[in-house]
């Protein structure tokens, strides 16, 4: 856990390094050239370089342990941080879309476009590969704050393409043209920018809110394990109140077992221990909670989704005092 935990806070200090140089080139570039995709496509950095700041911070966080005033650790703290970054983006997709139909009314031209091209390209090799680390460490280590700033920098790769493009379209139409007229080009680009930022804002408003409102795991790791908890019914009756959820990268699962009613504690503490191991194992950073019951056979409509037993056996138990014969 240690050595993820550093890997993680070594590529969210990359992503501020690097969203901090773009932010830097672009503002030059765009205010010399006078484009405003280029100084709207600086805004978006900034936002990013924003939400860097805050995942580095996260990330650090949320990896302090449970203590007295929060004992369930601090991995909700990668969610908020996420909803903070969604807002952020909002308000920056909106002004670059406010500015773009203010350029698009005027007749500016651009000057060297030439010079955006160069700028674009530069953002987009380097957010690519910046956003190929965050991704890598952010699913190795299930973390949303990194997987949240790597879809940025990733919608940051389509943009700068974008607007690389209708550059390059300006540029060299003034080698065939004397007067193209096609200035209109560029605050299309920055429109072009500000819908993908609001789409990566909605998704990561969407993401941030299922685990702040304790949206329990996906259908694929609770098929797993329930899985797990049948493969077991040679020793278990069946279980219920299967409920899960997900703080950052920390899970939080919990279920109850029905056994026989004359299972020894030890035994019945053995089976919940090899439980716990074997879906820690699958999910490092989880706590697992679960609850022994004796079961009688008579299935209530709480326990009856899980039960593990034929009805031959369910009878059987009902008859004999909860064993299995």
């Known amino acids: 856990m240690a050595s993820i935990q550093k890997r993680k806070e070594r590529v969210a200090m990359l992503s501020v390094a690097s969203n901090s140089t773009l932010v830097v080139f672009k503002i030059i570039v765009g205010t010399l050239i006078g484009s405003v995709s280029i100084i709207s496509e600086a805004i978006h950095s900034g936002m990013d370089l924003l939400a860097a700041i805050i995942a580095m911070?996260?990330?650090?966080?949320?990896?302090?342990?449970?203590?007295?005033?929060?004992?369930?650790?601090?991995?909700?703290?990668?969610?908020?941080?996420?909803?903070?970054e969604a807002f952020l983006i909002f308000i920056a997709a909106f002004w670059i879309i406010f500015e773009?139909?203010?350029?698009?009314?005027?007749?500016?031209?651009?000057?060297?476009?030439?010079?955006g091209v160069a700028v674009m390209f530069l953002s987009a090799s380097l957010n690519f590969f910046v956003s190929q680390r965050l991704f890598a460490v952010g699913k190795e280590a299930d973390s949303i704050a990194l997987q949240?700033?790597?879809?940025?920098?990733?919608?940051?790769?389509?943009?700068?393409?974008?607007?690389?493009?209708?550059?390059?379209?300006?540029?060299?139409?003034?080698?065939?043209?004397?007067?193209?007229?096609i200035h209109w080009l560029d605050p299309i680009a920055?429109?072009?920018?500000?819908?993908?930022?609001?789409?990566?804002?909605?998704?990561?408003?969407s993401q941030a809110l299922g685990d702040l409102m304790d949206v329990k795991l996906p259908p694929d790791e609770e098929g797993w394990i329930r899985d797990v908890i049948a493969g077991r019914k040679s020793e278990i009756h069946?279980?219920?109140?299967?409920?899960?959820?997900?703080?950052?990268?920390?899970?939080?699962?919990?279920?109850?077992?029905?056994?026989?009613?004359?299972?020894?504690?030890?035994?019945?503490?053995?089976?919940?221990?090899?439980?716990?191991?074997?879906?820690?194992?699958?999910?490092?950073?989880?706590?697992?909670?679960?609850?022994?019951?004796?079961?009688?056979?008579n299935c209530t409509e709480i326990c009856a989704t899980g039960c593990l037993l034929t009805e031959?056996?369910?009878?059987q138990i009902s008859l004999s005092g909860g064993r299995v014969r």
Not at 104 to 110: F, G, H, R, W, Y
Not at 150 to 178: C, K, P
């Open 57 to 84: 911070f996260s990330v650090k966080k949320s990896y302090l342990p449970a203590d007295d005033a929060h004992p369930f650790g601090h991995g909700k703290v990668e969610s908020i941080s996420g909803l903070i």
């Open 100 to 115: 773009a139909f203010k350029k698009l009314t005027s007749a500016q031209e651009v000057e060297s476009p030439g010079w």
């Open 148 to 181: 949240a700033d790597a879809w940025h920098l990733r919608t940051d790769v389509y943009t700068s393409v974008g607007v690389m493009v209708s550059l390059g379209i300006i540029w060299l139409s003034h080698y065939f043209f004397a007067d193209p007229r």
């Open 190 to 205: 920055a429109i072009f920018v500000a819908v993908f930022i609001l789409k990566a804002a909605y998704d990561l408003t």
């Open 238 to 297: 069946g279980y219920h109140q299967l409920r899960t959820r997900k703080a950052g990268n920390f899970r939080f699962i919990e279920f109850h077992l029905k056994v026989d009613p004359k299972m020894t504690v030890d035994a019945s503490h053995g089976i919940t221990r090899d439980l716990k191991h074997v879906i820690m194992d699958k999910f490092p950073a989880a706590t697992v909670t679960i609850h022994i019951e004796p079961c009688d056979g």
């Open 312 to 315: 031959a056996q369910r009878l």
